[in-house]
């Protein structure tokens, strides 16, 4: 079967798994060369597959048709991918258990306050986003301390693996997919969601660094903007106001919360 693929690296190993299953990636579109896309861009010349930066287009999309693919998959990709009416199979990969939690940023909000929901979706890709048929699911579950590269990395091992499920009986699935009920769409995240409010206690600024983790989470350090990638808390009491630098060395920099306080290794601190 030939195959058109749509995606970034945090889901790359698929592309192995479409090989040892003996398909052909005639294309994958993903984006300039970044540390989001590297991987992506090195399997595309180790195997000779055609690469497409641009976003993708309808007549394209009906060329790729005519040329004989079969399946347009799409993961982690996050333009519209318009489909053509006689393409046989298109999937995408989702992050949650739809029909809940539809949208493009839902792994912080899973970590934040809908961790029931986590898992991984195929369904069939429309032109609707993550609003296509359920093809197969499988839940995730959260471990108390769960950052945003934890849950990123239980997603890039499992989720090969139901690819292979899903192509080792593609007509079955597809003929006894699930339409999806009503379920919710989570919007974006803002960037007050991903800024830390010092007025919170340390549990929930810990909480909030725990959903954002390498993505980062904004703040604002004696009057100076910040992105902080991860950190350390404690509870205990004390007079300092929240906000307060406590220490400042080489390593590290400690802030006051409200009941204790911060530390964030200068490491994972970037002044803006």
């Known amino acids: 079967m030939k195959i058109?693929?749509?995606g970034y690296d945090p889901l790359f190993p698929c592309l192995e798994v479409f090989l040892k299953q003996g398909h052909e990636l005639t294309v994958i579109y993903t984006g300039e060369s970044s540390p989001f896309s590297n991987k992506v861009i090195q399997f595309a010349s180790k195997n000779n597959v055609e690469l497409c930066f641009g976003k993708p287009i309808l007549?394209?999309?009906?060329?790729?048709?005519?040329?004989?693919?079969?399946?347009?998959?799409?993961?982690?990709?996050?333009?519209?991918?318009?489909?053509?009416?006689?393409?046989?199979y298109a999937i995408n990969v989702h992050p949650t258990l739809l029909p809940e939690g539809r949208g493009m940023t839902p792994l912080p909000q899973l970590i934040l306050k809908q961790?029931?929901?986590?898992?991984?979706?195929?369904?069939?890709?429309?032109?609707?986003?993550?609003?296509?048929?359920?093809l197969l699911q499988k839940p995730i579950s959260l471990?108390?301390?769960?950052?945003?590269?934890?849950?990123?990395?239980?997603?890039?091992?499992?989720t090969p693996d139901l690819l292979f499920t899903l192509l080792s009986d593609l007509d079955g699935y597809y003929q006894n997919s699930q339409a999806q009920s009503e379920g919710?769409?989570?919007?974006?995240?803002?960037?007050?969601?991903?800024?830390?409010?010092?007025?919170?206690?340390?549990?929930?600024?810990?909480?909030?660094?725990?959903?954002?983790?390498?993505?980062?989470?904004?703040?604002?350090?004696?009057?100076?903007?910040?992105?902080?990638?991860?950190?350390?808390?404690?509870?205990?009491?004390?007079?300092?106001?929240?906000?307060?630098?406590?220490?400042?060395?080489?390593?590290?920099?400690t802030i006051a919360t409200i009941d204790g306080e911060l530390c964030i290794p200068k490491i994972s601190l970037l002044w803006r």
């Open 4 to 6: 058109a693929y749509f």
């Open 59 to 88: 007549a394209e999309m009906q060329t790729l048709l005519e040329q004989g693919v079969e399946l347009f998959f799409s993961a982690e990709y996050p333009f519209r991918i318009p489909i053509p009416a006689d393409l046989e």
């Open 115 to 134: 961790s029931i929901y986590a898992g991984i979706t195929l369904h069939k890709l429309n032109n609707k986003f993550d609003a296509g048929d359920i």
């Open 143 to 158: 471990d108390e301390d769960e950052t945003f590269d934890s849950l990123s990395g239980k997603i890039f091992q499992q």
């Open 184 to 253: 919710s769409y989570w919007p974006s995240i803002t960037q007050e969601q991903q800024t830390l409010d010092w007025q919170q206690s340390t549990a929930q600024l810990l909480t909030t660094l725990r959903a954002f983790g390498s993505l980062g989470t904004y703040a604002n350090i004696a009057g100076k903007a910040c992105v902080i990638t991860s950190a350390n808390g404690k509870g205990y009491q004390h007079d300092y106001s929240a906000g307060q630098v406590l220490l400042n060395n080489e390593q590290h920099i």
